[in-house]
C-alpha cells in the first residue's frame, strides 16, 4: 500500500491515497498553519474511529440488529510536551434502532477491538517505521 502527500502551501497538503481518493490537510494556526483542513492529529482519531465504525456495522447488519443511526464519538488526550501524543482515547459507540440486543452491540465492539480493526492493532503494537530522503532539482 502505498500513499503520498504534496505539499500545496502554508502547512496545507494533498494526501492521495492508494484508492485514488484525497483528502486535505493542514495544521492550525498556533502551529504556522491556515488551519483550512482536517488536521494530522485529529486525522489519526477520525481513522480509528472510522475502522472501527465500519466493522461494528457491518457485524451489526450480520447479526440483523435493526440499527436506524450510529455514531462512534472519540475524545483524544495529548500529552502537554512535544510530540503532543494520544495518551488516552475514548471511544463511544451511540447504537439507535428498533430492539437492539445489548450483547450483540457489546461483541461487535468487541471483535473490533480484539480482531478486525487494523488501525486500533496499528496503535496498539509498535510497528517499525523507516525513513529516507532524495532531493531533486527544481524544474
Not at 494526501?15 to 488536521?39: R, T
Not at 482519531?45 to 457485524?59: H, N
Not at 502537554?80 to 445489548?102: A, N
Request: proline share 5%; glycine share 10%.
Amino acid at each position: 500500500m502505498e500513499a503520498r502527500l504534496k505539499w500545496m502551501d502554508g502547512l496545507q497538503f494533498v494526501g492521495e491515497a492508494p484508492s485514488g481518493h484525497a483528502v486535505l490537510l493542514d495544521g492550525g494556526k498556533e502551529g504556522g498553519g491556515a488551519d483550512s483542513a482536517v488536521h494530522p492529529m485529529e486525522m489519526l482519531l477520525l481513522a480509528l474511529g472510522g475502522c472501527t465504525a465500519m466493522d461494528v456495522i457491518s457485524i451489526l447488519k450480520k447479526k440483523k440488529q435493526a440499527v436506524t443511526g450510529f455514531e462512534v464519538r472519540l475524545r483524544g488526550e495529548r500529552a502537554p510536551d512535544h510530540p503532543k501524543r494520544f495518551t488516552r482515547i475514548e471511544l463511544e459507540f451511540v447504537v439507535r434502532g428498533h430492539d437492539i440486543d445489548e450483547a450483540a452491540v457489546a461483541r461487535a465492539i468487541s471483535l473490533s477491538y480484539e480482531k478486525y480493526c487494523s488501525v486500533r492493532a496499528t496503535l496498539q503494537g509498535n510497528p517499525v517505521i523507516e525513513t529516507r530522503h532524495r532531493i531533486e532539482p527544481a524544474p
